[in-house]
């Protein structure tokens, strides 16, 4: 998976997110690690709404590959509200089967 299809991946992601569309999240996802109701409990926990990023913000990502699974990608996604960047984010793990990519929502990390 290239860095701009990752990059494809981790906006969609944030636009669902910013979007509170939880249930679509969950069923991308498979459910895998985090429900709809863990997702929209973790951003409320908040406070603040969410906005999507400034544009700068996709072309420098925090990818890493994942140890011992080739093709797979840890990807961290700073979260945003209209004050700006928080130290708030989403951990995902991208990979692909059969040439669609595979998504994980690993943890949202509220502080």
């Known amino acids: ?8 991946v ?10 509170r569309r939880f249930d679509e999240l969950e069923k991308a ?5 985090l429900s709809a109701d863990d997702m929209e409990a973790a951003l409320d926990d908040m406070g ?8 700068n913000v996709w072309r420098d990502l925090r990818i890493s590959p994942v140890r011992n699974w080739p093709g797979a990608f840890n990807v ?20 692909s089967k059969d040439g669609a990519p595979v998504i994980e929502v690993d943890d949202i990390i509220v502080s």
């Open 48 to 55: 603040s709404a969410l906005v999507m990023p400034p544009d």
């Open 10 to 19: 981790a906006k969609h992601v944030m636009k669902l997110l910013v979007e």
């Open 76 to 95: 961290k996604l700073e979260l945003w509200t209209a004050r700006g960047r928080t130290s708030n984010s989403v951990e995902l793990t991208v990979h």
């Open 29 to 33: 996802t498979n459910g895998t690690r």
């Open 1 to 8: 998976m290239s860095p701009n299809e990752l990059g494809l």
